[in-house]
């Protein structure tokens, strides 16, 4: 296992010096469940959710999210997105909503943790939004699906994993 690189030689937090890294065309894939009853998918769908569109309202939060991802992460860099793509869909077969984010920059680091962030937010936001029909909803499976660029080159989580 590689030596952890926000740890310094004297054991303490560090933010990691990047300066010295090739700018490459940096892009992460990540997903989220939120698992809700039934009748909360259906009443969903029927639409009239008093606080207004969950799921529209949930993916502008997650790009919001994103691109606040530095002050939320300690020692993550603030970083010039280029795109933030956040899209929900309802899988009825298991009465949840699938979150995916897809986040691009041209840097010298990578944008797993934005599309991370990005996917976590939403989720939470659909909580809130949903809530009040249903308290007992389920945030899950938040994952790196895939990511490209920079010096640890291409990653695809396995499909038996996905």
Do not use: F, W
């Not at 890294?21 to 940096?26: D, L, M």
Request: aromatic fraction near 2%; proline fraction near 4%.
């Amino acid at each position: 296992m590689s030596q952890l690189t926000h740890i310094g030689p004297d054991g303490r937090a560090r933010m990691v010096d990047i300066s010295q890294k090739s700018v490459t065309e940096r892009v992460a894939l990540a997903r989220g469940r939120v698992q809700i009853s039934n009748a909360s998918l259906s009443a969903l769908k029927a639409g009239g959710i008093k606080k207004g569109d969950p799921i529209a309202i949930s993916e502008l939060a997650g790009i919001i999210g994103a691109k606040k991802t530095a002050d939320l992460i300690p020692l993550c860099h603030p970083l010039p997105l280029t795109g933030v793509n956040v899209q929900i869909e309802i899988d009825e077969t298991a009465s949840s909503l699938i979150v995916s984010a897809r986040v691009k920059t041209t840097g010298k680091t990578g944008v797993e943790m934005e599309a991370l962030t990005a996917v976590s937010v939403s989720c939470l936001t659909l909580y809130d939004m949903l809530k009040a029909i249903d308290k007992s909803m389920i945030i899950s499976d938040i994952e790196l699906i895939e990511k490209s660029g920079g010096r640890s080159g291409e990653y695809k989580k396995p499909e038996s994993e996905s």
